[in-house]
């Protein structure tokens, strides 16, 4: 349920505008792309559009005040936390962005008022522990095949066929739970790097068996396949910590910061702050149109 002003004839210097306020029910069942590149560690932005196809000249809408000398609006939106019922899924913020658009993708140069309410989630990531963790001790647990004396070549690629074969069950579990995907997730790439670094363990036993190679070759490969173990970890660190952050980037992201590099019919400003600009249109004397828009978020904590 939302509650809006739609005014008429906009024009805050003439005494004879009137406001019309409309309380409208919409029922609906709203479909979102999500961006699964930075899965688990994923935030969703996701948004509703009201458009109203009258155009400005008759129609705008405006958040709901009481009296002439209010500065701020009142809440408007109501967002009931208790509908969300996805355990994986945390509520964040809101945030709710009236505009207009420019006019450039309307045959008639027409421009219409715009209501545009996002709502950030974060995925409660630290359910798939059980697959970080997991796959780094078996990763780790392949190191052991050197403990295993050089001679017993069968026994030291069945132990590292079990894990690949583990590593394999594990990475099927992680698609069972996403869409088919043209693209890699992290999740995806941690149990491709696991996957490799144990074929390589096993490609490096079958290496030592060769005649010339002793106890001494072996322990260096021990050491040389340790310090690619932690390289490869220290990377996986390295891009979870970087995804984590621009994901949280998002929470506070408006509609021109998400979609920067596509042409946007508005410009989004900060918090009750009125920012105006010109989008190249202009009055019947030759005037420049300048516009403006607020944006009005819900409080939270990072």
């Given at each position: 349920?939302?509650?809006?002003?739609?005014?008429?004839?906009?024009?805050?210097?003439?005494?004879?505008?009137?406001?019309?306020?409309?309380?409208?029910?919409?029922?609906?069942?709203?479909?979102?792309?999500?961006?699964?590149?930075?899965?688990?560690?994923?935030?969703?932005?996701?948004?509703?559009?009201?458009?109203?196809?009258?155009?400005?000249?008759?129609?705008?809408?405006?958040?709901?005040?009481?009296?002439?000398?209010?500065?701020?609006?009142?809440?408007?939106?109501?967002?009931?936390?208790?509908?969300?019922?996805?355990?994986?899924?945390?509520?964040?913020?809101?945030?709710?962005?009236?505009?207009?658009?420019?006019?450039?993708?309307?045959?008639?140069?027409?421009?219409?008022?715009?209501?545009?309410?996002?709502?950030?989630?974060?995925?409660?990531?630290?359910?798939?522990?059980?697959?970080?963790?997991?796959?780094?001790?078996?990763?780790?647990?392949?190191?052991?095949?050197?403990?295993?004396?050089?001679?017993?070549?069968?026994?030291?690629?069945?132990?590292?066929?079990?894990?690949?074969?583990?590593?394999?069950?594990?990475?099927?579990?992680?698609?069972?739970?996403?869409?088919?995907?043209?693209?890699?997730?992290?999740?995806?790439?941690?149990?491709?790097?696991?996957?490799?670094?144990?074929?390589?363990?096993?490609?490096?036993?079958?290496?030592?068996?060769?005649?010339?190679?002793?106890?001494?070759?072996?322990?260096?490969?021990?050491?040389?396949?340790?310090?690619?173990w932690m390289l490869i970890h220290g990377y996986m660190y390295y891009i979870v910590h970087?995804?984590?952050?621009?994901?949280?980037?998002?929470?506070?992201?408006?509609?021109?910061?998400?979609?920067?590099?596509?042409?946007?019919?508005?410009?989004?400003?900060?918090?009750?702050?009125?920012?105006?600009?010109?989008?190249?249109?202009?009055?019947?004397?030759?005037?420049?149109?300048?516009?403006?828009?607020?944006?009005?978020?819900?409080?939270?904590?990072?």
């Open positions: 349920m939302g509650r809006f002003w739609i005014k008429k004839k906009y024009n805050v210097n003439r005494p004879d505008d009137y406001y019309v306020r409309v309380q409208v029910k919409i029922a609906s069942t709203c479909v979102e792309k999500f961006e699964l590149e930075n899965f688990p560690f994923d935030e969703q932005d996701l948004s509703i559009h009201f458009h109203e196809v009258s155009g400005i000249s008759k129609w705008r809408f405006a958040p709901e005040t009481r009296g002439k000398e209010s500065t701020r609006a009142l809440p408007w939106i109501n967002i009931i936390k208790r509908h969300f019922v996805a355990p994986e899924w945390k509520f964040v913020s809101a945030i709710a962005e009236i505009s207009e658009t420019s006019g450039q993708n309307s045959k008639s140069g027409k421009k219409y008022s715009t209501v545009i309410v996002r709502l950030k989630m974060l995925r409660e990531w630290k359910s798939y522990k059980n697959i970080f963790w997991p796959m780094m001790i078996l990763t780790a647990l392949s190191l052991f095949v050197f403990a295993i004396d050089i001679d017993n070549i069968a026994d030291r690629l069945a132990y590292t066929v079990t894990l690949l074969l583990t590593v394999v069950a594990f990475g099927n579990s992680v698609q069972d739970q996403l869409p088919d995907l043209p693209i890699l997730t992290i999740l995806d790439k941690f149990v491709m790097f696991s996957f490799g670094f144990i074929s390589c363990v096993m490609g490096g036993t079958v290496l030592l068996t060769f005649e010339g190679y002793s106890d001494a070759h072996d322990e260096i490969a021990l050491l040389i396949f340790v310090i690619i970087n995804a984590r952050t621009n994901e949280r980037k998002k929470v506070d992201q408006t509609s021109l910061e998400l979609n920067e590099k596509e042409m946007m019919d508005f410009l989004i400003s900060c918090d009750f702050k009125i920012i105006e600009w010109e989008d190249g249109s202009k009055d019947k004397n030759g005037v420049p149109i300048t516009n403006a828009i607020h944006v009005y978020r819900q409080d939270h904590k990072k």
